[in-house]
């Protein structure tokens, strides 16, 4: 099973970026798909999480209306829309896989994860 996630940058506060998670060898549809970030010294946090067919979402209160998940189980993918970057939001964005199918937010009942792409928003 490999997750690779890509699309992150250098960005201005206020502009957007799309992540994208390409998954292989592994039953996409079969997964809730779950974005994290992580800064240097702090835990890992929950970002958004999105149901097997896509059709539930949920979000972390601090990216609420910012930002948006979605998947695309022909393309084994998923994405995440992000807008209104805020230098909060500096991190490394990681994309995971859970076999759970109700919505979890913690790290631990993920079970298997990307690699990371870095996001850098300068004020």
């Known amino acids: 099973v490999q997750l690779q996630a890509y699309g992150g940058g250098l960005v201005q506060a206020g502009g957007s970026l799309r992540l994208a998670c390409a998954a292989s060898?592994?039953?996409?549809?079969?997964?809730?798909m779950g974005w994290f970030r992580q800064v240097p010294g702090k835990e890992r946090e929950f970002v958004s999480t999105i149901s097997m067919g896509g059709e539930s979402t949920y979000y972390a209160d601090s990216v609420k209306g910012r930002f948006t998940i979605s998947r695309d189980n022909a393309k084994n993918a998923m994405y995440l829309q992000i807008d209104t970057l805020k230098p909060e939001d500096t991190a490394v964005y990681y994309c995971?896989?859970?076999?759970?199918?109700?919505?979890?937010?913690?790290?631990?009942?993920?079970?298997?994860w990307g690699q990371g792409t870095q996001v850098t928003v300068s004020s």
């Open positions: 060898r592994l039953r996409f549809s079969s997964y809730r």
């Open positions: 995971a896989a859970s076999s759970v199918a109700l919505i979890t937010t913690t790290p631990n009942r993920y079970k298997y």
